[in-house]
Each structure stands twice: as structure tokens, then as C-alpha cells.
């Protein structure tokens, strides 16, 4: 795993505890993905029912609070493929 895919699990992972209510995948350009379940959080890629795709300078902002997910989609700078209402309890649970 490069440094962002291993910080950014750690950060998610620390985040959701629990792990998370639904399916979401991040994908982090030039990157890989990680995945996001009721199982936790994890690199891989595979079906999600929202897919989020930003750089890897973007992501950083949004996991240390730098940049509202919100904001980023607002933006442009945040690309959001499947359920748009995922995607706002994702961006809730990482505020």
C-alpha cells in the first residue's frame, strides 16, 4: 500500500469503528480504492452502492478536516457515481 492508501484506511478506520452502515467505495486517482462496510474498512476494490472518486491532495483534505466532502463534490473537486443519499451519511460520519 503507497502512504495515502495506508494512512487513509487508518484515518477511516478510526473514524468508523464500527465499521459502516452500507457499502461506499473511495477511490483515490493514481491510488487504488478502499472499501467500506459493515465489515470495516479495508483497500480492495468492488461493488459499492457509492462510488467517490477524488485526488489524492483532495482526499487528504478531507480526512483531516481540511475540506468538507460537501464542499469538494460542490466543487467539482469530488465525484460521486451511485446513491447520492449514502453519500451525504458517509460525508456525516467523517465530519
Known amino acids: 500500500m503507497t502512504d495515502i492508501m495506508t494512512e487513509a484506511v487508518k484515518?477511516?478506520?478510526a473514524k468508523l469503528p464500527e465499521?459502516?452502515?452500507?457499502?461506499?467505495?473511495?477511490?483515490?486517482?493514481?491510488?487504488?480504492?478502499?472499501?467500506l462496510d459493515q465489515t470495516g474498512v479495508r483497500k480492495g476494490d468492488g461493488p459499492a452502492e457509492v462510488t467517490m472518486t477524488a485526488t489524492t491532495d483532495v482526499f487528504r483534505a478531507i480526512l483531516d478536516g481540511r475540506m468538507n466532502p460537501t464542499a469538494a463534490f460542490m466543487q467539482g473537486k469530488l465525484a460521486i457515481d451511485g446513491s447520492m443519499g449514502m453519500a451525504m451519511k458517509l460525508g456525516a460520519a467523517l465530519s
Open 11 to 13: 484515518v477511516l478506520l
Open 19 to 35: 465499521g459502516f452502515d452500507g457499502s461506499a467505495k473511495f477511490v483515490i486517482e493514481g491510488e487504488g480504492a478502499i472499501l
